[in-house]
């Protein structure tokens, strides 16, 4: 009998405490993993691009479920520390390798020494069941208390795989997922900016080759705006409206995100900020 999807949280259980086998992980981008290559088609109809979508996520799930279940349990400790480093751990193997999109160990570098206040943070793909579709799931763990909490950073729906698909010229669903990654990633650091923005305003989230067209869902996540992408747009699908387009590509160049409305103002970063500080803490707004 085929096992129902387990829950991405820790199990904990009484075995012999052993070293975990945990490597704290730097925020670092993953868009130079090796990729198998496919063979590329001269274009991708909407049927095919439909097809792929639906194999994505049978793949995408399947991929998360085999992770989960080889993640196994967690053996319990009672050094806090200890506890922590270990559930760190799991949660980073129990995310498939082409699923992740960031991971970061927040606070003190080493093994045997954490701060209360250390936190460790992965960004993933993760299949919706409900919707057929994948949202960019954010963990977080506290070593104070050893809370996890997540949360649906964006939700990229069916049409819009179908559009990166088919705009792409792609069956290979990795490069979808490779390009929609930086538009994962702008979500988390203008996270706070955009959750103030109206419902149904529109966000543009600059790609290598385009841009994801976001917006708040009305019944998302009050913190984190419930992101919901309603398509893709290329470079040259936006070229008939050379403003919009010159404020991606100035938004792209400068990790910032685009009001897509006219005159299309860019949520850009403070130039004084330090580079790895998140984008949306102190950002500006620029026409």
């Not at 049978?58 to 967690?74: K, T």
């Not at 290329?234 to 403003?243: K, P, Q, T, W």
């Amino acid at each position: 009998m085929k096992r129902a999807h387990t829950r991405r949280t820790p199990i904990f259980r009484a075995v012999a405490a052993s070293p975990p086998s945990y490597t704290m992980m730097r925020w670092r981008p993953t868009m130079q993993r090796a990729v198998p290559e496919v063979e590329q088609p001269y274009a991708v109809s909407e049927s095919l691009a439909h097809g792929l979508v639906s194999r994505l996520a049978a793949e995408s799930a399947e991929a998360d479920r085999l992770r989960i279940d080889a993640a196994g349990v967690i053996p319990p400790s009672i050094e806090r520390a200890d506890a922590y480093h270990r559930a760190c751990a799991w949660l980073a193997q129990s995310i498939p390798h082409h699923l992740l999109i960031h991971s970061a160990a927040l606070g003190a570098p080493t093994h045997h020494r954490s701060g209360k206040d250390d936190r460790f943070v992965a960004l993933h793909w993760a299949p919706d069941p409900g919707e057929k579709c994948l949202v960019a799931r954010l963990h977080v763990i506290h070593a104070r208390n050893l809370e996890q909490r997540q949360n649906v950073l964006l939700m990229v729906t069916v049409p819009a795989l179908m559009r990166a698909f088919y705009r792409l010229k792609t069956m290979d669903s990795r490069a979808v997922l490779r390009e929609l990654e930086y538009a994962a990633m702008a979500a988390l650091a203008w996270h706070k900016a955009l959750c103030r923005l109206p419902h149904d305003q529109d966000i543009l989230l600059p790609t290598p080759n385009g841009a994801l067209a976001v917006a708040r869902d009305a019944a998302g996540c009050a913190d984190f705006g419930g992101l919901r992408a309603r398509t893709w747009l290329s470079d040259r699908r936006m070229a008939d409206n050379i403003v919009r387009l010159a404020a991606v590509r100035r938004a792209r160049l400068g990790k910032g995100v685009v009001i897509n409305c006219e005159p299309f103002p860019l949520l850009q970063a403070d130039p004084s900020q330090p580079s790895d500080a998140p984008a949306g803490a102190d950002g500006a707004v620029h026409s």
